[in-house]
C-alpha cells in the first residue's frame, strides 16, 4: 500500500471515530425528558465498563493469576473509597509483583 | 461577588490532575501501538499522525491488523472502526447528560475530538454538572501522553522494561472497577445493572457460538443495552427536580 492510500484510510477512519465521540454531546444539548430513556441513560456508563472489564480483565496481564490478584485488590480498595490513582497503581504493582514470582518459582 | 456554588465544582486544574491517572494508563498502550506499527513497518510519523488522529487504542490495532492484511475497501475500515468503538455513541449520549449544559457547541465539539471511555470513567464520579473546564483540563496529559507513549515505542522499542508494561495493563480496568464499585456500595439499582452485565458479558463471551459471530465491540454494546433496558425497567430512576 502507497502513503497516499494509507492516509487516505487513516482520515476517514478518524473522521468516522470524530462524529462517533461528538455528534451525541452537539446534538443532545438539552434534557432528556423521558424517564425510561433517563433511567436508560443513567445505567449505561455502569453497564458499559462492567462488560469492558468482564472478562477482559483476566486476560490483561500476561498470567491469570496475577491478573485475578490486581483484580480482586482493585475491587477492594475501590469498595473502602480510594481514589483512582490508587487504585490504578496498587493493581500495578500486585500484579507487577505476581508476574515476577510467576516467572521466578514458574508457577 | 463571586459566585461560591460555581466555584465550588471542580475546573482546569482538578481536571489536569484528575488526568494524571488516566495518562498513566495509556503510556503503555500507546507504547504498544507504536511497537506494533513499526514493527508493521510504519514510518514514525505516520504512526504519530495515527495515533494523534484516531487517539483510540482498540481501534488503531484494529485498523492496524486491516491494513497489514492488505484490506483495501475504504468501507472495510469505515465499519470496523465503528464496531469496536461503537459504545462512544452510548457514553457519549450519557455523557451529554451530565455536562453543564451551558456549554456550547463549538467546545462540545473540540472536547469530543478527546473524549475517550477513561476520560468518562473519571468524569463522571463528580456530582452534579460537569463544568467544561474541568473536562479540557483532563484532557491535556492523557493525549500528551498518548503522543509521547507512541513515540517512545516507535523509537526505543526496548526501552520500557516489558514487565512493567505487561503489568501496566491492568490500569485501564483497574480504573473503570474504581468508578462502578463506589456508586455500586451506595445503589442497589446500579449494583443490579453490574451484576447483570458480568453475567451477560460472560455468558456472551464465552459461548464460541456466539463470540464466532459477534466481536468484542457488539457483544459489550449488547451487554450495555439489554442491562441498562432492564435497570431502566425495574429501576426507573426518581425524575430530577427542575434546576432553578
Do not use: H
Not at chain 2, 451530565?98 to 473540540?110: K, Y
Request: net charge positive; hydrophobic share 55%.
Amino acid at each position: 500500500m502507497n502513503y497516499q492510500q494509507l492516509l487516505v484510510i487513516i482520515f476517514i477512519v478518524a473522521i468516522v471515530m470524530y462524529l462517533m465521540r461528538m455528534l451525541p454531546l452537539v446534538f443532545c444539548k438539552g434534557k432528556i425528558k423521558n424517564r425510561f430513556l433517563q433511567s436508560f441513560l443513567f445505567y449505561v456508563p455502569y453497564a458499559v465498563l462492567t462488560s469492558m472489564t468482564i472478562p477482559e480483565v483476566f486476560s490483561s496481564t500476561g498470567g491469570v493469576i496475577s491478573a485475578t490478584l490486581g483484580f480482586l485488590v482493585a475491587v477492594g480498595l475501590a469498595y473502602f473509597g480510594q481514589g483512582l490513582l490508587v487504585v490504578a497503581l496498587s493493581s500495578t504493582v500486585v500484579v507487577f509483583v505476581v508476574n515476577q514470582l510467576a516467572a521466578f518459582f514458574k508457577f | 461577588m463571586e459566585n461560591t456554588e460555581v466555584n465550588a465544582a471542580p475546573g482546569f486544574k482538578e481536571g489536569l490532575k484528575d488526568g494524571i491517572p488516566i495518562a498513566l494508563g495509556y503510556l503503555p498502550i500507546a507504547f504498544a501501538f507504536g511497537v506494533a506499527a513499526t514493527k508493521a513497518r510504519f514510518l514514525l510519523w505516520l504512526t504519530e499522525l495515527m495515533g494523534a488522529l484516531l487517539y483510540t487504542g482498540s481501534g488503531q490495532f484494529a485498523i492496524l491488523n486491516l491494513i497489514q492484511g492488505g484490506e483495501t475497501v475504504l468501507f472495510t475500515y469505515a465499519l470496523t472502526i465503528f464496531v469496536v468503538n461503537c459504545r462512544y455513541i452510548l457514553l457519549s449520549l450519557s455523557f451529554s447528560q451530565r455536562i453543564d449544559p451551558n456549554m456550547s457547541t463549538l467546545q462540545r465539539m473540540l472536547f469530543g475530538f478527546f473524549n475517550t471511555d477513561e476520560l468518562f470513567a473519571v468524569a463522571i464520579q463528580q456530582k452534579g454538572k460537569i463544568k467544561a473546564s474541568y473536562l479540557f483540563g483532563m484532557t491535556v496529559f492523557p493525549y500528551i501522553s498518548w503522543l509521547v507513549g507512541t513515540i517512545v515505542g516507535c523509537l526505543f522499542t526496548n526501552i520500557m522494561p516489558m514487565s512493567v508494561a505487561v503489568a501496566m495493563g491492568i490500569v485501564p480496568f483497574a480504573m473503570y472497577i474504581a468508578t462502578i464499585i463506589p456508586p455500586a456500595r451506595k445503589s442497589k439499582p446500579i449494583f443490579w445493572v453490574i451484576v447483570m452485565s458480568v453475567i451477560l458479558s460472560i455468558v456472551l463471551e464465552c459461548t464460541p457460538f456466539i463470540r464466532g459471530i459477534l466481536s468484542a465491540g457488539w457483544i459489550i454494546i449488547i451487554c450495555a443495552v439489554v442491562a441498562s433496558v432492564i435497570g431502566a425497567i425495574m429501576f426507573p430512576i426518581d425524575e430530577e427536580e427542575d434546576d432553578k
